[in-house]
Each structure stands twice: as structure tokens, then as C-alpha cells.
């Protein structure tokens, strides 16, 4: 649906328009009514720029748009408002709403500033009453005049509104033993309903959310949502059709009215088009445009104007406007709210971007993981976002830079994940503190020296704390084989099975007071026990390091396989380990 809305030139000034990426310069927003096509666009997620109606569109704004209460500014009918064009308060615009007699809260905008005087008609539905309204009987000249031309056919005559409504209560009346249907759009009309309800002495049923608009309206109570209660019922108007006609007819006689002023044919006897129109005939526009005499006249649907009703505007000299320097800065500013708005955003962004990581030693891989590292970081940023309080008291345990991680378990791979790549997935066991992870060597650090910890698992679970007291060396082993084989050998092409290395140390437990020298014996021991558990479950064997002819086997055996850092300290160069 396209709307029918407008973007004054040379002014920060929108009328019915909400496209505003279509008008960056555009500051000041105008709402004739709520017809649906002149708020194409405009959301509940409006913000940053002012919205100005009537008090009754404000209600139903905020009904049917939820849109919040900080943007919408009502203005009385009849009653001048300033409103700034710049951010220095020297360039202002007076502004004056007029009843546009088309549906409820529908106004006319009449806007005097540096521009000039323009007339905005929006939808409505001319009545001489109109030029008696004081804003414009003080000799004003319209120089811009936007002109509704719904109805702007010169071969088409439409009658008055109460000619058309006596029309409706004949057909009705014809008609005695029939149930009434009546067709409209889900605002406006509502005087037509009130003048059939009183004529007939007749509930007028509607919709529940139809009744939650009349409500709001604050209209006399002749409505009601009770089936069959009344005679006449109304619905949307394209609901009327010729099934629905004749499953209407199966259930008891039923009559179809349609007021409106499009050019209908209709498809049924029982259907009746009657032209009841809330937009200003041809005949109408004529006399607006003969008594107001603007400047030029702009067309609101469409961009053509009929020869005879331009015939009508005087031939005078366009009004030059000069647009301030102070309304083009205010013009090319950034809302404040939006700037804010924006940054906060960026501050979001980046707050959700991971760190890099900062001296993880991988002394081997972990095994049986189902979720990424993007989707543990993701969890643990929103469990962060959810108490200030909780994110404090955390801080200081997350301050340590070296993570250990679980020796048992092999690291997993998230090829499911499309267009993710290799995604690994930790668990996090003990971590050692920044200062002793620089003083100390790796292989003099004990279980005392672990500080208490979070354990990420693998479900969606808050993250459990866990302290250890010294020497439980069991509480290394996580995760529990869950393969549903019963082998525990690995494949060497890949295939998944969960080992795991199961530790005895009830006894460490027992001798918690024993001498150092035990505790120091006890230690050798588990570590010539990992050691070996370790070298068992190792995925190649003697085999792979057998030579194959490249080099004389003489040679290869005088450089011991030692690692890197080693090899240094022993004296040997890098160029003698290439």
C-alpha cells in the first residue's frame, strides 16, 4: 500500500509521511488521521522525531500503533502553535489545526513561517463553515495550498453525506424482514451508524476490535460484540462478496450495503452500492479553491490536477523561499536521542565481541562438546547482562589470565554448524592466577594453588561454582564415557569414542596430614601414572617413528626428540634443529 503522504520542500516539515530514510532532513512529523494509508511506515518502533496531532488521533495512535507517549505531541483545534525550526530558537513556524469533517480526529495543518503559508488539507470533506474558521478569514494567503483530489473527476457527481444516509434508510426500511450487513473501513462512518441505530431503535453489532476503537472514541452506546442482538451489523468491506452473501441468505434473508464512493458495480440484487462519501466531490473542490484562492495548488493523490480546477488559481508571482542558515543546521543535525541511541548500540556490539584470548595452555584436546565457543561466549555475556550485582561479585574470580584445561577429554568439532568452520568448545576446570603464572613454572604448580572456579558444561545451565579442597586430584575427571560402544580405542581415522582416564586417590584423601616427603612421592606417582594413561591412549605407535629410508638410522639417532624451549637450554641452535 502506498501512502498518501507529503515532504514540504525547503522546510524540516512532514505531513502523513514516515519513510525516514527517504527525508533525513526532515524534523518536524504531521498525522492528519489514521487511515492506514497515510501511516504507511509508522510503527511502534517510531523514536527521535516529534509526532503532531489531534488529541483524538494521539488516542487511537496509541491504541492501533503503539506508538510511545515521549513522541506523540497533541495540539487543540483551532488554537495557534509555535513550534522551533532550529536549535538557537531564532526561526519558528505557527501552526493551527482545522476540523477536516472527514473521520474521527481527521484535521487540515495551516502552516505560516519563512516559506510562507501553506494549507494541507489532508483527507476531508468540504463544508462552507470551513472558511469561517478564524485562521483563515484574516485576509491570509495561501500560497501553497495541498489539496485531497480523491474525487477530482469533473464527470463525477456525488451526493451530500445526508442525502446518501437518507438513501441508506430507504433501502433498509424496503426491506422489513431482512438482517443488514453494512461494509467499512475500520475508522470512519461512525455517524452513519449512530443515525441508522437511532432511526431503527436497533443495536449496531461490531467486532471486538472495532468496539475497543468506538470505546476510545467515546461514542453513545449503541454498540455492541453480542450475535444477534441487533438488526444491523457491521464488517470490513471486503468481507461482502458473493459467498459470503449467499451463506448470509442460507441462514436467514440478509441485505449488503456498501457506502462508498468508489465506482462499484453491483454483483448480487441484495447487494446495494450507495455513494456515501467523507472526501470533497469535484463540484466541492471547485468551490474550496474559487473562495480560498492560494498561490498554486499541489495535488496530495498522485501529481495531476484537472486543466478546469487549475483554471481556477490566480495567476500570481511564486513566493521565493530562502531557507535560514539556522533551519539548514537544524535540517542536517542528528537527533540527540538518536546519536545516543546509536552509540549505546555500538557499546552493545562490542560488549557481545570476544576477547582475545590470553595465555591458554592446551596441554590437550577436550573432548564431548555439542556448543561452539561463539555460542558459550553469547551465554555467558546475556548471564553477565542479567545482574549487575552477580557481574561485581564475579569479577574478582575471573581475573586470572592461564586456564587449564580438562586433561582427560578430547576437543570436538562443530562441523554441523554451517558456515562456522572449526568451532572448539572448552571446559574450564581450575585457573591459575596471573602473578604466579609468570613467577612459577607450569610443573610446580599444585592443586592448592587453584583459586575456586566456573565449570562451562555443555547444557544451557547457569555456570555451577565449584572449590576444591587440596590434593582431590579425582575432581579432574568431568565428563563420563558416553559412547554407546564398549571399546575405549581410538580410531585413527577420527571415529568419536569418550575416554576417559579414572583416577584412584581415596588415599590421598586419608593422608591429608602425612610428612611432605609422602606428598611428594604421592605426586610422582600420579604423574607416572598420568604419564602412562596418557601414553596408552596416544592415537600412533612405535611404528610411526620408524624411518623410511630418507636418512641413515645412525644419523637420525644422535638428535633426541625433545621439544623446542628444551633443545634451546641444552645449547642447540635453531638452524641445528632444521
Not at 405 to 412: G, H, P, R, T
Request: hydrophobic fraction near 30%; charge should be negative; glycine fraction near 4%.
Amino acid at each position: 500500500m502506498s501512502g498518501n503522504g507529503k515532504v514540504i520542500p525547503h522546510t524540516p516539515l512532514a505531513v502523513d509521511f514516515w519513510h525516514i530514510r527517504k527525508c533525513p532532513g526532515t524534523r518536524l512529523f504531521f498525522l492528519s488521521h489514521m487511515h492506514s494509508d497515510h501511516t504507511v511506515g509508522l510503527t511502534s518502533t517510531w523514536s527521535n522525531r516529534p509526532i503532531y496531532c489531534s488529541p483524538t488521533t494521539a488516542t487511537l495512535l496509541r491504541l492501533k500503533r503503539q506508538v510511545k507517549e515521549q513522541w506523540i505531541h497533541p495540539l487543540e483545534l483551532g488554537e495557534p502553535y509555535l513550534l522551533p525550526l532550529d536549535d538557537i530558537g531564532k526561526e519558528r513556524l505557527t501552526v493551527t489545526l482545522i476540523d477536516a469533517n472527514h473521520c474521527p480526529g481527521a484535521v487540515m495543518f495551516l502552516f505560516e513561517g519563512y516559506f510562507g503559508s501553506i494549507l494541507y488539507t489532508g483527507d476531508f470533506r468540504y463544508t462552507p463553515s470551513m472558511l469561517r474558521e478564524p485562521c483563515l478569514r484574516t485576509n491570509t494567503t495561501i500560497d501553497v495550498l495541498y489539496l485531497d483530489n480523491t474525487n477530482c473527476d469533473p464527470n463525477r457527481t456525488l451526493p451530500s453525506r445526508q442525502r446518501a444516509t437518507q438513501q441508506i434508510k430507504e433501502i433498509i426500511r424496503s426491506h422489513p424482514n431482512h438482517s443488514v450487513v453494512i461494509g467499512l473501513y475500520a475508522l470512519g462512518k461512525e455517524c452513519l451508524l449512530l443515525e441508522l441505530a437511532m432511526e431503527f431503535k436497533t443495536w449496531i453489532e461490531v467486532s471486538l476490535e472495532r468496539m475497543e476503537t468506538l470505546k476510545a472514541l467515546e461514542l453513545p452506546d449503541v454498540f455492541t460484540t453480542d450475535q444477534g442482538a441487533g438488526r444491523i451489523r457491521v464488517v470490513e468491506q471486503s468481507t461482502i462478496c458473493y459467498a459470503s452473501l449467499l451463506q448470509w441468505n442460507n441462514e436467514e434473508p440478509t441485505l449488503a450495503i456498501l457506502p462508498t464512493s468508489r465506482p462499484l458495480v453491483s454483483f448480487h440484487p441484495n447487494v446495494h452500492v450507495v455513494p456515501y462519501s467523507d472526501h470533497s466531490s469535484y463540484q466541492e473542490l471547485e468551490d474550496f479553491v474559487s473562495a480560498l484562492q492560494p498561490t498554486s495548488v499541489i495535488p496530495i493523490v498522485g501529481n495531476c490536477v484537472p486543466g478546469s480546477l487549475s483554471a481556477l488559481v490566480p495567476s500570481r508571482k511564486h513566493h521565493e523561499i530562502l531557507v535560514p542558515e539556522s533551519v539548514r543546521h537544524y535540517m542536517l543535525r542528528q537527533p540527540e536521542s538518536q546519536l545516543s541511541s546509536s552509540a549505546c548500540s555500538s557499546l552493545r556490539r562490542r560488549h557481545f565481541q570476544p576477547l582475545a584470548p590470553k595465555g591458554v595452555i592446551f596441554e590437550s584436546p577436550v573432548r564431548e562438546s555439542r556448543k561452539s565457543c561463539e555460542e558459550a561466549w553469547g551465554a555467558e555475556c546475556l548471564e553477565q547482562d542479567a545482574s549487575e550485582d552477580e557481574m561485581d561479585t564475579e569479577s574478582s574470580e575471573k581475573d586470572s589470565d592461564c586456564i587449564l584445561i580438562d586433561l582427560s577429554k578430547d576437543l570436538l568439532t562443530n562441523r554441523h554448524r554451517r558456515g562456522a568452520g572449526d568451532m572448539w568448545s572448552l571446559n574450564i576446570l581450575q585457573t591459575v592466577s596471573e602473578d604466579m603464572a609468570e613467577t612459577m613454572p607450569l610443573g610446580q604448580i599444585t592443586q592448592r594453588d587453584f583459586a575456586p572456579v566456573e565449570m562451562l558444561t555443555n547444557t544451557c545451565s547457569k555456570p555451577v561454582r565449584i572449590t576444591r579442597r587440596p590434593y582431590e586430584t579425582n575432581t579432574k575427571t568431568v565428563n563420563e564415557t558416553s559412547s554407546n560402544d564398549n571399546t575405549s580405542q581410538h580410531s585413527r581415522h577420527g571415529t568419536d569414542q569418550n575416554d576417559s582416564v579414572t583416577l584412584s586417590q581415596s588415599s590421598l584423601d586419608n593422608n591429608s596430614c602425612t610428612s611432605s616427603d609422602s606428598l611428594t612421592e604421592l605426586r610422582r606417582e600420579y604423574i607416572e601414572e598420568l604419564e602412562n594413561s596418557i601414553l596408552n591412549d596416544l592415537p600412533f605407535t612405535e611404528e610411526d617413528f620408524k624411518t623410511w629410508g630418507l636418512l641413515p638410522q645412525s644419523f637420525v639417532q644422535q638428535f633426541p626428540l625433545c621439544p623446542l624451549y628444551q633443545a634451546k637450554e641444552d645449547g642447540i641452535s635453531d638452524s641445528n634443529l632444521t
